[in-house]
């Protein structure tokens, strides 16, 4: 297993479309365990592929407590099906925004359909922070980020903020 360097904002391949998962071989195997260790290296409680760089779609979550056992859980070409029209608000931030917090609010409740490490075609109902979480992490395989759910004010800030951090590292790097 490794860890793998992270994609920061404002790099363009986190808006990229990643593409569904034809076989769940080794490789996909690998890279579930590799995307694991990368998200609790950082620390998070998911991470999706293109986070890393791999447009595939694919993400990985643990929402266990502190003192917990830990609960990898994959998802493969997650697809939501239902939403509720509840609606529930949490504070999220991004592996890939480090340090930017925001609220968000998105449907309390979902199910998902997606297929497991073993090839199983699967359907999940999730609340709570997982709700919240697999939310987030689909997002990312639509190249859509949680500051695109905050106001445009807002965004654009973080986009300027986190374009001049790059601008600077670039220029630290000659
Ligand atoms: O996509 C990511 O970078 C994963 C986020 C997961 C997350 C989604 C929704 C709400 C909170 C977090 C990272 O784990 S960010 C780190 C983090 C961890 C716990 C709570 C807040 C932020
Ligand atoms: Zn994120």
């Not at 986070?51 to 643990?62: E, N, S, Y």
């Not at 890939?96 to 999940?124: C, F, H, M, N, Q």
């Not at 639509?142 to 500051?147: D, K, Q, R, S």
């Amino acid at each position: 297993m490794t860890i793998k360097p992270l994609i920061i904002l404002p790099d363009p391949v986190l808006r990229q479309l990643s593409q569904q998962v034809e076989t769940v071989d080794a490789d996909i195997r690998r890279l579930a365990d590799d995307m694991l260790e990368t998200m609790y290296d950082a620390p998070g409680i998911g991470l999706a592929a293109i986070q890393i760089g791999v447009p595939r779609q694919m993400l990985v979550i643990d929402v266990s407590k502190e003192g917990e056992d830990k609960q990898p859980l994959v998802f493969i070409n997650p697809k939501i099906l239902t939403t509720s029209d509840e609606l529930s608000v949490y504070e999220e931030g991004c592996l890939s925004i480090p340090d930017y917090y925001a609220e968000v609010e998105r449907p309390a409740t979902i199910t998902v359909e997606y297929i497991d490490l073993e090839g199983k075609k699967l359907t999940a109902k999730a609340d709570g922070l997982l709700a919240t979480c697999l939310q987030h992490e689909i997002d990312h395989l639509n190249g859509v980020l949680f500051i695109d759910h905050i106001s445009k004010l807002k965004r654009e800030m973080v986009i300027r903020k986190f374009t001049k951090a790059a601008k600077t590292r670039g220029a630290k790097a000659i």
